[in-house]
T-cell receptor, first 114, second 111 residues
């Protein structure tokens, strides 16, 4: 595997379910990100992890819970979501110790909450 | 309040001609700017970037221009090719590993 991978690619869940999104980067980067892209809206940054520590939480509701066990893996745990949480969830990584650098994105998980 | 705006949701260009995609920003603290390209069912892929200390950066068919006084960024693609058909996102950074994205412009290259 190369680059940034995300699983699953598609997920349909009820409002009472608990599920997790997984992201893995094979680029040797030390920063990872979760973004949300809703229809006709810009990508919204949700969380930033640098060296496995959360450095940014963009006022995201607590029904979204990130986890970064090591620099290559990032999870987004989901519970009691709302239909308006249906969106494309994108993971990205970058080499964070070079100041601003390009972020490399995974293909995304298309989430539908019913 | 949207700090990065791409006012054209779509753009159609003849193959071989120049495509110009525009982006405006409001935050004068942004010091690094990037363009991403996105095909359906794929994540955005990095295309080209520019630091605020420059006004132009070129990479093959792609050139990014930055006008700091106007807070305006543009991406020129010449010559345009059918494979360039995609959604293009402009992004800006105030530092600290943070990117703020525009809403995207769908570019269609017609043969």
């Amino acid at each position: 595997e190369t680059g940034v991978t995300q699983t699953p690619r598609h997920l349909v869940m009820g409002m009472t379910n608990k599920k997790s999104l997984k992201c893995e980067q094979h680029l040797g980067h030390n920063a990872m990100y979760w973004y949300k892209q809703s229809a006709k809206k810009p990508l919204e940054l949700m969380f930033v992890y640098s060296l496995e520590e959360r450095v940014e939480n963009n006022s995201v509701p607590s029904r979204f819970s990130p986890e970064c066990p090591n620099s290559s893996h990032l999870f987004l745990h989901l519970h009691t979501l709302q239909p308006e949480d249906s969106a494309l969830y994108l993971c990205a990584s970058s080499q964070g110790d070079r100041g601003v650098s390009e972020q490399y994105f995974g293909p995304g998980t298309r989430l539908t909450v019913t | 309040d949207q700090q990065v705006k791409q006012n054209s949701p779509s753009l159609s260009v003849q193959e071989g001609r120049i495509s110009i995609l525009n982006c405006d920003y409001t935050n004068s603290m942004f010091d690094y700017f990037l363009w991403y390209k996105k095909y359906p069912a794929e994540g955005p892929t990095f295309l080209i970037s520019i630091s605020s200390i420059k006004d132009k950066n070129e990479d093959g068919r792609f050139t990014v221009f930055l006008n700091k006084s106007a807070k305006h960024l543009s991406l020129h693609i010449v010559p345009s090719q059918p494979g360039d058909s995609a959604v293009y996102f402009c992004a800006a950074s105030p530092g600290a590993q943070k990117l703020v994205f525009g809403q995207g412009t769908r570019l269609t290259i017609n043969p």
